[in-house]
T-cell receptor
Framework: DAMVIQNPRYQVTQFGKPVTLSCSQT?????MYWYQQKSSQAPKLLFH???????NEADTPDNFQSRRPNTSFCFLDIRSPGLGDAAMYLC?????????????FGPGTRLTVL | GQNIDQPTEMTATEGAIVQINCTYQ??????LFWYQQHAGEAPTFLSY??LDGLEEKGRFSSFLSRSKGYSYLLLKELQMKDSASYLC??????????WGAGTKLIIKP
């Protein structure tokens, strides 16, 4: 089945220790997104790629970086995680950027910062 | 600014009908999505409305009024598995999704 896969599902890191979350997709979609979602809050878009074209949200901290080496894979790097970065990180894809394109989500990675 | 409002929590009884409302204010508007999110899981797509009116899909229906900046999700014949958060999201003129915080729906037997 075509899908969005995120690894790991649960990640524990120490304060200040870099961490990388990964996402892969078999849908061959052009757009990949990274969201941060804290409990009972709306998903917050961090950045998205349209193919290799990277788009950073204005309020995304510099501590968050992303790489998309090819169509299928996208990575989220948190350079120096703080306690406030503990959250669920959701990867999503869509066929295009047009408004009618639904987003398909991976199962998420829950990040704990000790 | 851009804003999505929906109730924080609702409770309903198994077998009943519930309506979850959403109002939105966006710079430009190109459509409205409803997603379902079970606790600890990713959101899954339920519906998309771009024209005024009601779209029915099985037990779930979604309504949109563009002039009023208003949508609702109607769930019929509620089942225990419908206990989840329901997120409303509107697309703005830049094709960005503006998300609501979600409505937590609790179903009681």
């Amino acid at each position: 089945d075509a899908m969005v896969i995120q690894n790991p599902r649960y990640q524990v890191t120490q304060f200040g220790k870099p961490v990388t979350l990964s996402c892969s997709q078999t849908l061959n979609h052009n757009v990949m997104y990274w969201y941060q979602q804290k409990s009972s809050q709306a998903p917050k878009l961090l950045f998205h790629y349209y193919d290799k074209d990277f788009n950073n949200e204005a309020d995304t901290p510099d501590n968050f970086q992303s790489r998309r080496p090819n169509t299928s894979f996208c990575f989220l790097d948190i350079r120096s995680p703080g306690l406030g970065d503990a959250a669920m990180y959701l990867c999503a894809t869509s066929r295009g950027l047009a408004d009618y394109n639904e987003q398909f989500f991976g199962p998420g990675t829950r990040l704990t910062v000790l | 600014g851009q804003n999505i409002d929906q109730p924080t929590e609702m409770t309903a009884t198994e077998g009943a009908i519930v309506q979850i409302n959403c109002t939105y204010q966006t710079s430009g508007f190109n459509g409205l999505f409803w997603y379902q999110q079970h606790a600890g899981e990713a959101p899954t797509f339920l519906s998309y409305n771009v024209l005024d009116g009601l779209e029915e899909k099985g037990r779930f229906s979604s309504f949109l009024s563009r002039s009023k900046g208003y949508s609702y999700l109607l769930l019929k014949e509620l089942q225990m598995k419908d206990s989840a958060s329901y997120l409303c999201a509107a697309t703005d003129s830049n094709y960005q999704l503006i998300w609501g915080a979600g409505t937590k729906l609790i179903i009681k037997p």
